[in-house]
């Protein structure tokens, strides 16, 4: 098996507070290749921020993993010291954020910020450091960096801080870079402009990006795989086309009926209904079952487990459990084999005749 | 006077005083120059980026500031004039008097308390536009109170609870304080605030914005209900240009405190004329994959010049790349170009 750039296995991560433990990621697993762009998509509180925090190891004190593990080329990073996961900050993986105007510090100098970067990373002296802190201000964009490097953050615009920002990520050309509501804080033409460019910059250099947002047009202009998240667990994921044209999972299905586009301007939205989940009260069994117009018996007593609904498609909704396994028990009846009912529904039948899945021949 | 519109906001001028030296100061364009009008019961939209005055309008329009220029009409009666605006004659032409100079409109102001009745607000942010010692009943009821539109507490109380069922929120709710909600439900709150009195018109200023995306849905739908059950008018004001569309009947492009282009929805969304709107409408994300590969963006360089050193002529022209000497020369006006589709612009 070919080794992915970064594997996320069963993460959780929760916060300890007055009201008790909020357990803000519940098992949550992904890979990464080099080159790919990875969108989670999620509403406020569906703990989207919080899994790339857990990858970069930079949650709030009263947060912790709990569980899992984030494999970076192979290695198991959560068991890393802290010298070690300074290193892997910046170097193999950066961090961009919502808001640029709180993520840099307004006394000191663009220069001098991004001076910092490069030579905690690299063994450049102070003037080779400045030449390359100019050199990535050019990359992104940035006109006459020379003047630039000498400015403070309030002498910049929006725009200009995020490609700051990115510059500063991308000091030492990280194999990861994780983008946490970029273009959130910035109006839609400047939106366009630093999305060209990290898409400009990802083919420049071949990174792979995570792109965290609520945005369901940029998870649309970016990413080729989509990881749509609720309550902190993964609802359904796959790739682009997938998540958009054949959504598996009711809240995948509610979310694109409720946002307007080109195309039914005329009609009346479609809306969740109900409010976001409370994180502190959180159901036994499917998150989304309190909003969801088709929930079972089963949704409210049993979490679901992820399936197989396509080709890189995976969902976790009793919906599609259902599905499947009428199915195969059609296939059965009208006299498929075994190996073929496998192969086509992940359910099998075992020695005493009970149904049981297997995710893994389906994958393959 | 014709009673077509509702509102008419006529070359409507907000400046702030900046300072920006000593004892100097500049005038800050925030709206300059603005004509519109809305019809009983339409959605005019209002997009633009921040810091172009879209907030502005909605604000002096309302006389929440007090307009530097121009003139407002409530169902043709004027409630605002400045005293700078040229009057017309029955042609559309401008009346020009003895002086050579054309004969400008006498300054009306008036006491705006009756048209507070008529004209309500919904604000962008539901957290702190709502006081948190007050209950939902009392937030509700306070233009009830200030407008005295009930005879005893008994009516008061039932008023209260048939705005809150309108809005969609349970009767319990009405002892409860406003950190006691969710964002959606605060900005029900805020929209049963401001249809207390009855309104014919309402600036939403933002009003989806701040709530997350399964909830805007909830409450855009609530806004088009609500004028359907009442017959509200709304300048519905937003950076969102799907959301706007969704909406308006009606949308209108701000650039730097000035209107670029004001047309149908439809038309507007489908064949923008202006270089601005038709750069802003490709910069929108498109929540479709397949239409998000295949679309050529409008990327616009730079960014928005500061209001406070707008340039000549079109503002627009420093990032246009169509722009020509008669753009920095020469400010374009709009013009009609079929089907009511106004464009401010030389060279479209």
Redesign the interface.
Known sequence: MSEHLLSVKDLHTSFTTDNGEVHAVNGISFNLDAGKVLGIVG??GSGKSVTAYSIMQILAENGQITGGSVEYKGQDITKWSKKQMAGFRGKCCSIIFQDPMTSLNPVFSIGNQLEEAIRLHTDKNHKEARARAIELLTLVGVNEPAKRVKQYPFEL?G??RQRVMIAMALACEPDILIADEPTTAL???????I??LMQELQKKLGMAIIMVT????????MCDEIIVMYGGRVCERGT??AI??EPAHEYTK?????????N??KE??????G??INLLNMPSGCAFCA?CDKAMKICLEQVPQERWVGKDHLASCWLNDLALKEKAEKMQAAGSSNAEILRETGWTKDADGAWIYTAETVQK | MSNEYLIEVEHLKQYFPVRTGFAKTTPLKAVDDISFAIKPGETLGLVG??GCGKTTVGRTLLQLYKPTGGRVKYEGKTIFDAGDVPELDAEGKPIIGANGKPVLSKPVSVNMLPYRKKMQMVFQDPYSSLNPRMTVEDIIGEPLDVHKLYANKAERREKILRLMELVGLNAEHATRYAHEF?G??RQRIGIARALAVDPRFIVCDEPVSAL???????V??MF?DLQHKLGVAYLFIA?D???V??ISDRIAVMYLGKMMELAD??DL?NSPIHPYTQ??L???????????RQRK?I??EG??PSPLKAPSGCPFRTRCPYATEQCAAERPQLTDRGNGHMVACWNK
């Open positions: 509403e406020s615009s725009g200009m109006d839609v033409t400047i939106q366009a402009q999305l060209e609520h945005d369901l047009g940029v998870i649309a202009t682009a086309d958009f044209y509610g979310l694109l009926r409720s946002i307007p586009n080109v039914n301007s009346r939205l479609v809306p969740i209904a409010n976001p909003r | 980026e921040s969710s959606g439900q997350d995306v399964s909830i805007q849905a909830q855009v739908n088009e950076h240009l799907l959301v569309n969704h929805a439809d969304m750069s802003l490709s910069a929108v994300p498109m929540p479709d994959p397949k239409i998000a963006r990327v616009l960014d928005v």
